[in-house]
Structure formats: structure tokens, C-alpha cells
């Protein structure tokens, strides 16, 4: 096994950057290979394209012979890409991306062959796909799952395959995948946020919830990836000592970006931009070889879209430039993990930013409005937002000692919690005209003067204001952003719609003028929502007593965080806002806790794996090495044998402890295991791989650990973390 560690090395050390061309402007190729609007213009009739347009914009259905018709335009363009097959493109709750290929050749009478791409294949197909996770939804035997075109989402080429972004449901039309969902949640939104914005601007039609990610994620080299099976089975590594530097010197956070690394970048980005993929920024981050990728944001759902095809694509890309990319949350212990940060915020067809403060009184009433019931919504729904996060692999990032803590809070910085304070004390029902114009001129007038300089980030916070939207910060790298939107926009969603209720009773009931209704709803929100709101240290323990105290969860861990998702309220939520039906709510969560128990059970098989076939075998070489050593010494010396010979002898000793430590924590934990595996009841046994099983990860890492310390580097079978870290 050294043998394949070394060779790794070797072959990682001969490794030449690979050469980028990069001879035309962004610009020029940006969304070539996107059926975009542009292209839809070129390609298809005035009838089509009004069709396709008002589907875009208003969820307007597409009729069958429109369909046909841009089916045709759109193998018309493809073939003219040289494309060959295409595929329906989907995103399956097993967290990466499926598609399957079919050619556009067909054959027909006469021994001939022509293209063909129908409307009936555009727009629904069923893959058979009967292996993907449905939480019971679908019985194998009895009913299939199709895709159906979503054409919010442009189809796009990739290599040779026109792909097309579409939904994934059951045959009884239940969702089976993140995108249908978020559609349902994209739309509540709309709505609700619509209906209270007319309160604001009559010209209002529609209101779009944007996002825009920041992608984390390490470049490890690709044979020193493959000689590790952790890394190769679980995308982290599961032991390994702590590198002698590692980010201590913070050298390499937003540093120059290494060139191999930099050139890998060039070319993916090139791959980005002919996919409409909008990126922008990258940069060194904090740890060694990790690195963060950022795009302009754009509509929520074309956003995870693209996110989740980034993802596809920086594998490959990766592989050509002798990479492995990882975006496991965690993985090297004790260097910095991987987030993706959500950026997000709501705006209207008319062009306004609703959370953004404006140029006048109203517009700032307005962005009060959409600011502080998102925070009431946050406050509302802070365990079923934790919910959305939870992942074995984010468990290491939340609820462990790293950004961000497992309690959700809302960071808002000290100019706006003074807005908000002042706003507490609006009096009740109907205002003076003294105090109205009070409030205009000097609370929601002064806004965009005091946002100028909040310039503070809590860079602990799970999730901030920023001055023009609202950061989730807690998200995983690994993550499908659908799911963190989803509820993320259902919850505010239904805020908004509780809140349009409110104000609507006051100025009908209580005879309130619009702005006064609207005052004072918001400053009982304010009042009861305060407990979310937190501008200090998120990492400190005071922070944890302090939560406590104000009755916020603090789910540290997966399987106690899901259970959110099948609260009665959230449940309720869901079907209210007609997002998801309660067994689609209990799909999920099962799936979920069944993914977290997979995903357990695999890391342990591979630690208790590498722990007893390659880390005892080579200590039990080295022992042996060292038994000669004092073998040989003892023929040597008579006297002195002992005082020569007492180093050696204890590190025989040594190791044997530590194989005894391995021996007997591997079989502690199979044993766990088994007793898991016989439990049936999908909460038991999630909490029985969290509490029992993967405790003793930890135990059977240390011992393994102390003996990288103390075998002959020479012969020690796994790459170790400098050279993992280092070699770039
Ligand atoms: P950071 O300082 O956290 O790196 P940036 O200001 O660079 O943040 O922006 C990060 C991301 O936020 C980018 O993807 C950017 O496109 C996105 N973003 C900016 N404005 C908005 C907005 N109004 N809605 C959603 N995302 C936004
Ligand atoms: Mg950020």
C-alpha cells in the first residue's frame, strides 16, 4: 500500500499545470449553448416564442403544438452544434444530477435513418427510474416517475447532448426531486409578496426570489486522491494526522491562486460561460487547496440550476486538470470546512430590490415591510430552516466548533437594530400627524444614509443582512440549494401572506390609513421576532446558554434536526402554501434520515476498513522491525542492553496499545452497527448511528493517528495530510 502512496506522489510531483487558451472575450461567448431567449428568437416562430415567453413569466401552459414546434427548433439548433443525443436533466434526491441519453436518430421504412426530436419528448418522458429515493412514495412495481419539461429553465448543450431541465414526479404526482418543490414555493411567494407590494406600487405583477451562491470547495491532486479510499468512498478523509502547518499563517487565503489550480479555473469558467453560467469571482480561501467560486445571482431557480450543473461540471473539469474536486463539508479535521453561502432577496418586475433601502419614505416603508417579515419569518420557522441544512456532512460544520453554530439567528447590524428599535415605539392604532412625519423624516427616511456605513459583517452569523439581501450562511457545500430555497421562500411566503391579512383587518376594521395598518403590524413584529435577532459572537458558549434562555433550538445533529420537517406546523405550512402534501413532507424526511444512516454506515465500514487492513498491518511491521532492532541489540550488549534498548521497547509497547485501541473500538463499532441495522424505525435507528456509532470514530481515529506519528514514514500506507494539502 506505500507503494501506492509513493507512486502517487511521484506521479503528483511530475504533474505540469495544464495549458488554457483564452483567446475570446467572456462577453462574445456567454450562453452559447444555451437555448436562450436570443436563440429562441432566432429559431422559432412569433407563436412559439410568445408561448415559451409567457410560460416563463406567468406559468402559462404550453399547448401541444407549440411544443412540437419548439421541439424542432430546438434540434435544429442542437444539430447544427453538432449534438447527437439529449437527454431530460433532472435533480433526484440522492443530491447529484440524472440524465439519460437518447439519440436523435431513428430509424424508418426502407432502411433509412432521420433525426427526430417530438414535442411528446420535450416535454414528458419516463426514465424508468425507478432506483431513486422516493421515501415509499413510489412502489417499484406498481407506477413509475416521469420528467416534464420546466421551461423556466433554458435547455442547454453539453459535450454532445442538448439537455433539458425538468421535474421529477411519481406517477400519482407527488415530487420525487428538489426542482418541483421550489417551483411550488417560487410561486407562493410570487404571490404573497405580490399582493403586499400593491400596497406599495399598483404596478406590481410579479416578484421573483433571486439567489446567488458562493461555492467552497478543495482541489486535492488526483492520484493522491486515489490512493486514499476515504476520499475516494466518502469525499473526506476519515483519519490523518494534522499537517505541521497547516492555515495557521492564514498565507493562503486570498492569496495567488496556484497555477495549476488557476488554470483549471480559466477553463472552467470558459465551460460556465457557454452555459450561461454567470461566475465572477474565485479566490483562495482559508485552507490550503480550498478554494470559492461566485456568480452574479440570478432567479432562484435557474440559480440551483446552475449551481447543481457547476457541480457536474467542475468534476470534470477537475479530472482534465489532475484534480479531484471535493465539496464534502469537511475534509481534512482541524483545516477550515466548505459552505455555500445563499444570498437572497425578492424583486419585483418593475425593477425594485425589496430589500434594499430606496430613495424615499415609501419605498423604505416597503423594504421595512419585506426586511422584518423576513426576520418574523426566520423567527417563526428557525428549527424547520435548520431542518433544511441538515446533513451528516454539515453536521461537521454546525454544531461542531465551526462557523456556523447549529442555532439559527439573524444578524442585522447595529444601524437597523436602532431602526427597528425606534420603530417599537410607534404608537398604537392611529398615529399623530406629528408622529408620522416623525417617523418619514427621521426613522425609514434616513435608511439609506445609516446602511452606507453599516459596514459591519458578523462573519458568525447563520444568517445576515448585507445591505441589499439576506446571506444564509449555513448552507452545505455539498448541498442541493433547492432545498434550503424551498423553505427558505415557503416561509416567508406565508408570512407575508399572514401579514397582508393583519394590515388588511386593521384599515378595514379599525379605519387605519394604509401606512399607519402597516406600522403598527410591523411593530408587533418587531417585538416578537426579537429573539431571533443576535449581533454577537455565534461560536461562543455564552451564545448557547444565551439561546437557550430565549427558547431557540440548537440541533446539533442531523437526525435531531429533521424532525422539523414533520412537525404538525410544518406539515400544516407546507400543505397551506401548497408546497407539499404531508406525504411528500414525510417522504423527504425519511429519505433524509435514511441518507444520514447510509452515509454513517458507508464511513464506518471504510475507517474500520483502513483502520484494520493498512493502519495494524504496517504497525505491525514496524513492530517487528523494532523486535529485531532490540533482538539484535540484546546480542550485542550485556550490561547496557536495557538503557539501549528502553526506547525502542516502549515504542513497541506503544503500538500495541494503540492496535489494541483500534482492534477493540473497530469491533465496538460493528457492533453498533449491527445493532442499528436491526432497528427498524427510521428515527431509532438514525439516533443510534448518531449516538452510537459514530462517537467511536473518534476513538478509532486517534489511535490511528498517534501510530502516523510514530511509524517509519518509509513504510506508512496512507498519504498523509501535507502531501494532500501541500501539492498543488
Ligand atoms: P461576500 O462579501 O459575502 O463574498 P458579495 O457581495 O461578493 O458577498 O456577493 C456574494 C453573492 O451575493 C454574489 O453571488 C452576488 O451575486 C450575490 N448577490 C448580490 N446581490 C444580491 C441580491 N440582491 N440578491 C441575491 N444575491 C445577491
Ligand atoms: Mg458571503
Given at each position: 500500500?506505500s507503494?501506492?502512496?509513493f507512486?502517487?506522489i511521484?506521479?503528483?510531483l511530475?504533474?505540469k499545470?495544464?495549458q488554457v487558451?483564452?483567446?475570446?472575450?467572456?462577453?462574445e461567448?456567454?450562453?452559447?449553448n444555451v437555448?436562450?431567449e436570443?436563440?429562441?428568437r432566432?429559431?422559432?416562430?412569433?407563436?412559439?416564442?410568445?408561448?415559451?415567453m409567457?410560460?416563463?413569466?406567468?406559468?402559462?401552459?404550453?399547448?401541444?403544438?407549440?411544443?412540437?414546434q419548439?421541439?424542432?427548433?430546438m434540434?435544429?439548433?442542437?444539430l447544427?452544434?453538432?449534438?447527437?443525443?439529449?437527454?431530460?436533466w433532472?435533480?433526484?434526491?440522492?443530491?447529484t444530477?440524472?440524465?439519460?441519453?437518447d439519440?436523435?436518430?431513428?430509424?424508418i421504412?426502407?432502411?433509412?435513418?432521420?433525426?427526430?426530436?417530438?414535442?411528446?419528448?420535450?416535454?414528458?418522458?419516463e426514465?424508468d427510474a425507478s432506483?431513486?429515493?422516493?421515501?415509499?412514495?413510489r412502489?417499484?412495481?406498481?407506477?413509475?416517475?416521469?420528467?416534464a419539461?420546466d421551461?423556466?429553465?433554458p435547455?442547454?448543450?453539453y459535450?454532445?447532448?442538448l439537455?433539458?431541465?425538468?421535474?421529477f414526479?411519481?406517477?400519482?404526482?407527488e415530487?420525487l426531486?428538489?426542482?418541483?418543490?421550489?417551483?411550488r414555493?417560487?410561486h407562493?411567494v410570487?404571490?404573497a409578496?405580490?399582493?403586499?407590494?400593491r400596497?406599495?406600487?399598483?404596478n406590481?405583477?410579479k416578484v421573483?426570489s433571486s439567489?446567488g451562491w458562493?461555492?467552497?470547495y478543495?482541489?486535492?491532486?488526483?492520484?493522491?486522491?486515489a490512493?486514499?479510499?476515504?476520499i475516494i468512498?466518502?469525499?473526506?478523509t476519515?483519519?490523518g494526522?494534522?499537517?505541521?502547518?497547516?492555515q495557521?499563517l492564514?498565507?493562503?487565503?486570498f492569496?495567488?491562486?496556484?497555477?495549476?489550480?488557476?488554470?483549471?479555473m480559466?477553463?472552467l469558467?470558459?465551460?460556465?460561460m457557454?452555459?450561461?453560467?454567470?461566475?465572477k469571482?474565485?479566490?483562495?480561501?482559508?485552507a490550503?487547496?480550498q478554494?470559492?467560486?461566485?456568480?452574479?445571482f440570478?432567479e432562484a431557480?435557474?440559480?440551483v440550476?446552475?449551481?447543481?450543473?457547476l457541480m457536474?461540471?467542475?468534476?470534470?473539469?477537475a479530472?482534465r486538470h489532475n484534480f479531484?474536486?471535493?465539496?464534502?463539508e469537511?475534509?481534512?479535521?482541524?483545516?477550515?470546512?466548505?459552505?455555500?453561502?445563499?444570498n437572497?432577496?425578492?424583486?419585483?418586475?418593475?425593477?425594485?430590490?425589496?430589500?434594499a433601502?430606496?430613495?424615499?419614505?415609501?419605498?423604505n416603508?416597503?423594504?421595512?415591510?419585506?426586511?422584518?417579515?423576513?426576520?418574523?419569518?426566520?423567527?417563526?420557522?428557525?428549527?424547520?430552516?435548520r431542518a433544511?441544512?441538515?446533513?451528516?456532512s454539515?453536521?461537521?460544520?454546525?454544531g461542531?466548533?465551526?462557523?456556523?453554530?447549529?442555532?439559527?439567528?439573524?444578524?442585522?447590524?447595529e444601524?437597523?437594530t436602532?431602526?427597528?428599535?425606534?420603530l417599537e415605539?410607534?404608537?398604537?392604532?392611529?398615529l399623530s400627524?406629528?408622529e408620522?412625519?416623525?417617523?418619514?423624516?427621521?426613522?425609514?427616511?434616513?435608511?439609506?444614509?445609516v446602511?452606507?456605513?453599516?459596514?459591519?459583517?458578523?462573519r458568525?452569523?447563520p444568517?445576515a443582512f448585507?445591505g441589499?439581501?439576506?446571506?444564509?450562511?449555513?448552507v452545505?457545500?455539498?448541498?442541493?440549494?433547492?432545498?434550503?430555497?424551498?423553505?427558505?421562500?415557503?416561509?416567508?411566503a406565508?408570512?407575508?401572506?399572514d401579514?397582508k391579512?393583519e394590515v388588511?383587518a386593521?384599515?378595514?376594521?379599525?379605519d387605519l390609513?394604509?401606512d399607519?395598518?402597516?406600522?403598527?403590524v410591523?411593530r408587533?413584529?418587531?417585538?416578537?421576532?426579537?429573539d431571533?435577532l443576535?449581533?454577537?459572537?455565534?461560536?461562543g458558549e455564552?451564545?448557547?446558554?444565551?439561546?437557550k434562555?430565549?427558547?431557540?433550538s440548537?440541533n446539533?445533529?442531523?437526525?435531531?434536526?429533521l424532525k422539523?420537517?414533520?412537525?404538525?406546523?410544518?406539515i400544516?405550512l407546507?400543505?397551506d402554501?401548497?408546497?407539499m402534501?404531508?406525504i411528500?413532507?414525510?417522504a423527504?424526511?425519511?429519505i433524509?434520515?435514511?441518507?444520514?444512516?447510509?452515509?454513517?454506515q458507508?464511513?464506518?465500514?471504510?475507517?474500520g476498513?483502513?483502520?484494520?487492513n493498512?493502519?495494524?498491518?504496517?504497525?505491525?511491521?514496524y513492530?517487528?522491525?523494532?523486535?529485531?532492532?532490540?533482538?539484535?541489540?540484546?546480542?550485542?550488549?550485556?550490561?547496557?542492553?536495557?538503557?539501549?534498548s528502553?526506547?525502542q521497547?516502549?515504542?513497541?509497547?506503544?503500538?500495541?496499545s494503540?492496535i489494541?485501541?483500534i482492534n477493540?473500538?473497530?469491533t465496538?463499532m460493528?457492533?453498533?452497527?449491527?445493532?442499528?441495522?436491526a432497528?427498524?424505525?427510521?428515527?431509532?435507528?438514525?439516533m443510534?448511528y448518531?449516538?452510537?456509532?459514530?462517537p467511536?470514530?473518534?476513538?478509532?481515529?486517534?489511535?490511528?493517528?498517534?501510530?502516523?506519528?510514530?511509524?517509519?514514514?518509509d513504510?506508512?500506507?496512507?498519504t498523509?495530510?501535507r502531501e494532500?494539502?501541500?501539492?498543488?
Amino acid at each position: 500500500m506505500s507503494k501506492l502512496r509513493f507512486h502517487a506522489i511521484k506521479e503528483s510531483l511530475a504533474i505540469k499545470p495544464v495549458q488554457v487558451e483564452e483567446n475570446v472575450r467572456r462577453s462574445e461567448i456567454f450562453g452559447k449553448n444555451v437555448f436562450n431567449e436570443n436563440t429562441m428568437r432566432q429559431y422559432l416562430t412569433k407563436d412559439a416564442f410568445n408561448g415559451v415567453m409567457s410560460a416563463v413569466s406567468h406559468g402559462k401552459k404550453i399547448d401541444r403544438s407549440i411544443a412540437d414546434q419548439v421541439s424542432s427548433s430546438m434540434k435544429d439548433w442542437a444539430l447544427s452544434k453538432g449534438v447527437t443525443h439529449y437527454t431530460h436533466w433532472f435533480q433526484p434526491l440522492t443530491g447529484t444530477t440524472a440524465e439519460k441519453h437518447d439519440a436523435f436518430f431513428e430509424t424508418i421504412e426502407g432502411g433509412m435513418a432521420i433525426e427526430r426530436f417530438g414535442g411528446d419528448q420535450l416535454v414528458q418522458q419516463e426514465p424508468d427510474a425507478s432506483s431513486f429515493p422516493s421515501g415509499g412514495i413510489r412502489n417499484t412495481f406498481e407506477a413509475r416517475g416521469y420528467t416534464a419539461w420546466d421551461p423556466t429553465s433554458p435547455a442547454f448543450i453539453y459535450g454532445t447532448t442538448l439537455c433539458i431541465p425538468t421535474i421529477f414526479i411519481a406517477y400519482t404526482g407527488e415530487a420525487l426531486d428538489y426542482k418541483t418543490p421550489l417551483l411550488r414555493a417560487l410561486h407562493a411567494v410570487d404571490n404573497a409578496a405580490t399582493a403586499v407590494c400593491r400596497y406599495f406600487d399598483k404596478n406590481v405583477k410579479k416578484v421573483t426570489s433571486s439567489l446567488g451562491w458562493e461555492q467552497e470547495y478543495f482541489l486535492v491532486d488526483k492520484m493522491l486522491a486515489a490512493s486514499r479510499p476515504d476520499i475516494i468512498l466518502t469525499g473526506r478523509t476519515l483519519l490523518g494526522h494534522s499537517s505541521a502547518k497547516g492555515q495557521q499563517l492564514d498565507d493562503h487565503y486570498f492569496g495567488a491562486i496556484p497555477t495549476r489550480a488557476f488554470n483549471f479555473m480559466r477553463e472552467l469558467e470558459t465551460e460556465c460561460m457557454l452555459l450561461g453560467i454567470p461566475v465572477k469571482t474565485r479566490h483562495n480561501e482559508v485552507a490550503p487547496n480550498q478554494f470559492e467560486l461566485a456568480p452574479i445571482f440570478e432567479e432562484a431557480n435557474l440559480a440551483v440550476d446552475h449551481n447543481s450543473l457547476l457541480m457536474d461540471i467542475m468534476g470534470r473539469v477537475a479530472s482534465r486538470h489532475n484534480f479531484k474536486v471535493l465539496f464534502h463539508e469537511k475534509p481534512f479535521a482541524g483545516m477550515n470546512g466548505s459552505g455555500k453561502h445563499n444570498n437572497w432577496s425578492l424583486s419585483t418586475d418593475t425593477g425594485v430590490n425589496l430589500l434594499a433601502p430606496g430613495k424615499t419614505p415609501m419605498s423604505n416603508l416597503q423594504f421595512l415591510t419585506f426586511f422584518i417579515n423576513t426576520i418574523k419569518a426566520v423567527r417563526e420557522n428557525e428549527e424547520l430552516l435548520r431542518a433544511a441544512i441538515a446533513s451528516a456532512s454539515n453536521d461537521h460544520r454546525l454544531g461542531a466548533n465551526e462557523a456556523p453554530p447549529a442555532i439559527i439567528s439573524v444578524f442585522i447590524g447595529e444601524q437597523l437594530t436602532k431602526v427597528l428599535e425606534e420603530l417599537e415605539g410607534v404608537t398604537k392604532g392611529k398615529l399623530s400627524p406629528q408622529e408620522k412625519t416623525e417617523l418619514k423624516l427621521n426613522v425609514v427616511g434616513k435608511i439609506p444614509d445609516v446602511l452606507l456605513d453599516n459596514t459591519d459583517r458578523n462573519r458568525t452569523s447563520p444568517f445576515a443582512f448585507t445591505g441589499n439581501k439576506f446571506e444564509f450562511r449555513a448552507v452545505g457545500s455539498i448541498a442541493n440549494c433547492g432545498n434550503p430555497m424551498t423553505v427558505l421562500n415557503t416561509i416567508v411566503a406565508k408570512q407575508l401572506k399572514d401579514f397582508k391579512v393583519e394590515v388588511d383587518a386593521l384599515i378595514d376594521k379599525k379605519d387605519l390609513k394604509k401606512d399607519e395598518a402597516v406600522f403598527n403590524v410591523l411593530r408587533e413584529y418587531i417585538k416578537s421576532s426579537r429573539d431571533i435577532l443576535f449581533e454577537g459572537n455565534g461560536y461562543g458558549e455564552a451564545w448557547e446558554l444565551e439561546a437557550k434562555k430565549r427558547g431557540l433550538s440548537n440541533n446539533k445533529t442531523t437526525p435531531e434536526a429533521l424532525k422539523a420537517k414533520i412537525s404538525e406546523k410544518s406539515i400544516a405550512l407546507f400543505e397551506d402554501m401548497q408546497v407539499m402534501s404531508k406525504i411528500e413532507s414525510e417522504a423527504r424526511y425519511e429519505i433524509e434520515m435514511e441518507a444520514y444512516c447510509m452515509h454513517i454506515q458507508i464511513e464506518g465500514r471504510v475507517l474500520g476498513d483502513i483502520a484494520r487492513n493498512h493502519i495494524v498491518p504496517t504497525a505491525v511491521k514496524y513492530q517487528n522491525i523494532l523486535i529485531e532492532n532490540v533482538k539484535g541489540l540484546k546480542e550485542i550488549f550485556e550490561e547496557k542492553f536495557r538503557s539501549v534498548s528502553k526506547e525502542q521497547i516502549n515504542l513497541i509497547e506503544e503500538i500495541s496499545s494503540h492496535i489494541e485501541g483500534i482492534n477493540s473500538n473497530v469491533t465496538k463499532m460493528i457492533n453498533a452497527r449491527r445493532k442499528a441495522n436491526a432497528i427498524d424505525d427510521i428515527e431509532k435507528k438514525a439516533m443510534s448511528y448518531c449516538n452510537k456509532v459514530k462517537p467511536l470514530f473518534d476513538d478509532i481515529r486517534y489511535h490511528c493517528d498517534k501510530l502516523e506519528l510514530l511509524v517509519d514514514d518509509d513504510i506508512w500506507p496512507l498519504t498523509k495530510y501535507r502531501e494532500l494539502l501541500f501539492t498543488r
